[in-house]
């Protein structure tokens, strides 16, 4: 936390004094109020600063639009056509290579939403029973969650709304908060996973691999359900067998509860050109590299057989510890066949 700034309106909500206080008890004293978004925007852009930099910046402020957002996955994909996620938050304070969302916003600020009423309102209203509502599609759930306690929140909501499930989905170890509720069925805890070497190339600031490992073990523990995202699975040409995925599924599989995995999701790298473009304009990365093919949604993607390839591995080393609830992101049905039968 370096630069924090507060919409003057968002100062009378309680979830910003809660935020203050605990802001304050980080020894974060250092904080300017702004009366809109557009003036601490103004101030981000002027300082001409890096995406690195822009993550460095916290706002606060008030949500005018939906929270509960609906969006379609290409009808030419398998899986879920219709999802839906939580926009109380958005960015992180880590830095993925390939992360999205720097393509998706205009900076990489933290920006967290106070008027959070608003959107349990709007869940209240929400009566399509059996939806998975993710609360970590633009943002990691549990990255500042330290400070916000958003989770004990939704928790403290789901409890009673059993016809819906919250996914909250992270690359951190923030998991205290989790571990002071009790879990219910209808909460499920998504770790990201790849092997070390790419979390140290591709997945900056996030925690190590093992780390998050014991994370999962101590939320089993508690009683909570997991999900594993093995996505994006990053394509190493030193490594053609995919041996780093491989160990990476038998790390893990030995290490955990299987009997509390509630699914498995794997996809592999894709982005769109303007990504790569923004990407390669700031930093020096081999991210890239391989050749691509452009898919049905116009993203750029492995080629079929590095897909397949990837998936097979390490779908045939978690088909040794039983059968799993497995989907593939974002990949045709005839791939979906291929890996999963
Ligand atoms: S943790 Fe998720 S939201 Fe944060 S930078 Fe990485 S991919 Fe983006």
């Known amino acids: 936390m370096e630069n924090i700034y507060i919409k003057r309106e968002a100062l009378s909500y309680p979830k910003m004094q809660f935020i ?14 702004v009366e809109n978004e557009e003036e601490y925007r103004d101030i981000i852009c002027s300082k001409k600063i890096g995406y690195k930099e822009q993550k460095r910046n916290l706002f606060f402020g008030l949500k005018k639009g939906n929270f509960l957002k609906k969006y379609y996955l290409d009808k030419n994909f398998l899986g879920i056509k219709e999802e839906y996620y939580l926009s109380y938050e958005k960015n992180c304070p880590y830095n993925c290579t390939y992360c999205y969302l720097r393509d ?8 967290y939403y106070v008027n959070t009423e608003d959107m349990y ?3 209240d209203a929400f009566k399509k029973s059996g939806t998975m509502i993710s609360a970590g599609i633009v943002n990691d759930t549990l990255a500042y969650d330290y400070i916000t306690y958003t989770t004990k929140d939704l928790i403290h909501y789901f409890k009673n709304r059993e016809d819906l499930i919250l996914e909250i989905r992270t690359k951190s170890t923030n998991i205290n908060n989790l571990l002071r509720e ?8 998504a770790f990201s996973f790849n092997p070390e070497s790419i979390i140290n190339k591709y997945e900056n600031n996030t925690a190590i691999f093992k ?13 909570y359900y997991i999900g594993l995202r093995f996505d994006p699975m990053i394509y190493d040409p030193n490594d053609v067998e995919h041996n780093n995925y491989k160990e990476m599924i038998n790390y893990i599989f030995k290490n955990i509860n299987l009997n509390k995995i509630k699914d498995i999701g794997i996809g592999s790298l894709r982005y769109k050109k303007s990504l790569k473009e923004k990407v390669l304009n700031d930093i ?8 691509m093919v452009i898919g049905i949604d116009g993203k750029e993607r492995y080629f079929k057989p590095i897909r397949i390839s990837l998936y097979k591995s390490i779908v045939n080393e978690i088909k040794k510890y039983g059968d799993f609830n497995i989907y593939l992101g974002m990949e045709p049905e005839y791939v979906w066949k291929e890996v999963l039968g």
């Open 20 to 33: 203050l206080n605990r802001i304050n008890s980080h020894g974060c004293t250092n904080y300017k109020i």
């Open 121 to 123: 309102r709007e869940l």
């Open 104 to 111: 998706y916003y205009d900076n990489g600020a933290y920006h």
């Open 284 to 291: 020096k990365t081999d991210l890239f590299y391989s050749e």
């Open 182 to 189: 009790e879990p219910s069925k209808n909460v499920v805890i």
């Open 211 to 223: 780390k998050r490992v014991e994370a999962v073990k101590e939320l089993q523990e508690k009683g």
